[in-house]
């Protein structure tokens, strides 16, 4: 896990743009589970969202994601990447996800359903 103040988002989805928010970073090559055992704010225990916890050594399903979870009008995911390790189609979302029980887009195996898929991210 990574906290981030001060995150800005900029987004052609309706409702993700924001400044000034607080974010996390879920970016680990094995699995995880719903568990929030870093306590995000707002995240859920039984829902995999923004704040799962990842089974150090355990697996290969991967996780790259942006959430971001206080000081703004949007909390969730920004981006999600999973699933990229196991040869599987891979998950791929800007948003949280329309499932009630997998908002980070774990489990969707939809990379393959995107034409274009490019991704800019900018760190300063």
């Known amino acids: 896990y990574n906290y981030n103040a001060n995150v800005n988002v900029v987004s052609n989805v309706d409702g993700l743009s924001g400044n000034g928010y607080l974010g996390n970073v879920e970016f680990w090559p094995y699995n995880y589970n719903a568990g929030n055992s870093k306590g995000i704010p707002g995240a859920s225990s039984s829902v995999f969202d923004?704040?799962?916890s990842p089974e150090i050594g355990i697996g290969a399903f991967g996780s790259m994601q942006v959430h971001v979870n206080q000081g703004g009008n949007y909390q969730g995911t920004i981006f999600a990447f999973n699933r990229f390790n196991e040869g599987h189609s891979a998950d791929l979302g800007i948003g949280n996800a329309p499932s009630s029980t997998?908002?980070?887009?774990?489990?969707?195996?939809?990379?393959?359903?995107y034409s274009v898929r490019t991704l800019k991210v900018f760190v300063k």
């Open 102 to 113: 997998f908002k980070d887009w774990s489990i969707a195996g939809n990379a393959g359903s």
């Open 50 to 52: 923004w704040g799962d």
